[in-house]
């Protein structure tokens, strides 16, 4: 059974820093892409930044570009993003996803709210 377990979301004041962790079971975790994806309230669910299998290569939203890092360790199957000099735009439910998965699936998500 896959499964997406996110983790490290909370309130933090604009500015501050954030370690968004997902812990995958139930596929070869390695051998799959992963991303972060965010939803806002009200707003549609939106890409934010994806890595590799083996982690060589990673993109970003522009949104996000520079302030965000993607990273992975296949050892632990976990998938993480560190997210610094947070905006309350950033504000958002953030999600991890399996890129070459179908159906996706989906965890439930951890709250990121950027609020002074």
């Known amino acids: 059974q896959v499964q997406l377990v996110e983790s490290g979301g909370g309130l933090v004041q604009p500015g501050g820093s954030l370690r968004l962790s997902c812990a995958a079971s139930?596929?070869?975790?390695?051998?799959?892409?992963m991303s972060w994806y965010r939803q806002a309230p009200g707003k549609e669910r939106e890409w934010v930044a994806s890595i590799t299998s083996a982690g060589g290569s990673t993109n970003y939203a522009d949104s996000v570009k520079g302030r965000v890092t993607i990273s992975r360790n296949n050892a632990k199957n976990m998938v993480y993003l560190q997210m610094n000099s947070l905006k309350p735009e950033d504000t958002a439910v953030y999600y991890c996803?399996?890129?070459?998965?179908?159906?996706?699936?989906w965890g439930q998500g951890t709250q990121v709210t950027v609020s002074s």
């Open positions: 996803k399996a890129n070459n998965l179908w159906p996706v699936v």
């Open positions: 139930g596929f070869a975790f390695s051998q799959n892409g």
